[in-house]
């Protein structure tokens, strides 16, 4: 999505016919691309897929500005293959099938040289547009590339999703939009004649928040507001500049991220009051609803766990009602989950856990399983111990018979810190009765 800035009326007399400046120096070939090296760089999956001209159907999943319609169009012309495009957002079922038949005709049915269906926005297509895809992608007759900024665990059906490869694109570092800054001052035709100096890049650079096409958009509206050369780009200008066009709610931009940036900071700051302004200005935006009752769902595992377990069961059936029932009715159900969420006890403990856990494997390495907790299906394995100390505990008082269950290099060691709230202290009892000072579960009241 462009940046939609009010802009002087001279602007658009003057370049109401020119292509915008993502337009004109969007890259043309791999080795042109800025960013995303782990896919096209020199060792890169996505390159050696199309050097080799073995490329799979896939979903190209990052945020905006990442380049997944450029990388998409380089693609095929990298290898050679006719290119058909579609936009979910104003295409249908009779469309997909139309392009389909197409493909087909024009090669198709040759998998070497099949064609490659672009879908923008795949993550707007119904489940009947998505069915429609299935049988063409199978049978070869088109290589699907799809692009979505939304997580294609919850927006491709699972049919599809299992057909294709799923590659991520992340948001340009500080480094790639430096780089293409200079790269539009020095091959761009019409700035090119300008007399430009960019004397400072912070505040360009923290505005476009890695978005490629973001940060061009706002380079070209500064330059074309100076009527007089040479024009010094410092971050000065560029603030006042910004601050003169104001933007509206971009969901697909900066602002995105900061409000549900401070929506979840309110949530987990127990603030119901800002927990609902904040959904209030994301609903008055636009934004995607699933979207918000998604990050309230990891929120009730992250932020609260254990704590309150039902807060989880709140979030997923938030999150499942919304995905039913459209707006506006859907903002009553996020607000009422937003509050329980603000209002509910809070606990990080299980993040933690998961953390230090994953830690832990990476220092230690591949550790075996001890022979009392190992599967024991032949005599063989028997015989060697598998399984045999072990003691099964519904067969002991209160359910429970010691056991070592790490393996024996980190045995006793602490990874679950119960924490500071009634029902995670009752688990901090429970576990320091059963395993005394096997672990560190010491009553932190004492």
């Given at each position: 999505m462009s940046v939609c800035w009010e802009l002087p009326h001279k602007y658009y007399l003057s370049n109401m016919n020119q292509e915008p400046l993502a337009e004109r120096i969007r890259p043309q070939n791999l080795d042109e691309y800025l960013s995303q090296q782990h896919l096209i760089g020199p060792k890169g999956t996505l390159r050696q897929h199309v050097l080799n001209g073995t490329i799979p159907s896939l979903i190209l999943w990052g945020p905006p500005g990442t380049g997944k319609t450029t990388l998409a169009q380089i693609i095929a012309q990298e290898s050679k293959r006719p290119f058909y495009t579609l936009s979910a957002i104003n295409s249908g079922v009779k469309d997909v099938r139309e392009v389909i038949e197409k493909s087909k005709s024009s090669g198709g049915l040759f998998t070497a040289r099949n064609?490659?269906?672009?879908?923008?926005?795949i993550h707007r297509f119904s489940k009947s547009q998505q069915d429609s895809l299935l049988a063409a992608v199978e049978k070869g007759w088109v290589t699907l590339i799809g692009a979505t900024t939304e997580n294609p665990s919850f927006e491709v059906i699972p049919a599809l999703l299992s057909r294709c490869q799923v590659?991520?694109?992340?948001?340009f570092s500080k480094e790639d939009l430096e780089s293409l800054i200079n790269r539009a001052l020095k091959n761009d035709t019409i700035l090119i004649k300008k007399n430009i100096e960019v004397k400072e890049t912070n505040a360009l650079l923290r505005i476009s928040g890695g978005d490629a096409r973001k940060l061009l958009n706002i380079f070209e509206l500064v330059i074309n507001s100076q009527t007089e050369e040479p024009i010094i780009i410092t971050d000065k200008m560029v603030q006042e500049q910004i601050q003169a066009n104001p933007a509206r709610y971009d969901k697909t931009g900066e602002q995105h991220y900061d409000i549900i940036s401070a929506f979840i900071k309110s949530i987990r700051g127990s603030d119901p009051n800002a927990s609902v302004y904040w959904l209030a200005r994301m609903i008055e935006g636009g934004e995607d609803l699933k979207f918000i009752a998604r990050r309230m769902l990891i929120l009730a595992s992250e932020d609260i766990g254990n704590a309150n377990p039902t807060a989880l069961i709140m979030a997923n059936n938030c999150f499942q009602a919304v995905s039913t029932i459209g707006y506006p009715e859907s903002r009553i159900i996020?607000?009422?989950c937003a509050i329980y969420l603000a209002t509910s006890i809070k606990s990080n403990a299980s993040y933690l856990a998961i953390g230090k856990a994953q830690q832990?494997?990476?220092q230690t390495g591949d550790l075996p399983v001890p022979l009392g907790l190992r599967n024991a299906p032949?005599?063989?394995m028997k015989q060697l111990g598998y399984g045999e100390t072990y003691k099964y505990?519904?067969?002991h008082d209160a359910n429970f018979a010691f056991n070592e269950f790490l393996p024996n290099?980190?045995?006793?060691t602490t990874i679950y810190e119960p924490g500071a709230n009634p029902r995670e202290e009752s688990q901090r009892?429970?576990?320091?009765?059963?395993?005394?000072?096997?672990?560190?579960y010491k009553s932190k009241k004492e």
């Open positions: 064609p490659i269906l672009f879908i923008d926005e590659y991520v694109l992340d948001a996020l607000s009422q832990l494997v990476k032949t005599r063989l505990a519904h067969d290099e980190i045995s006793g009892d429970f576990l320091e009765k059963r395993w005394k000072n096997h672990y560190d």
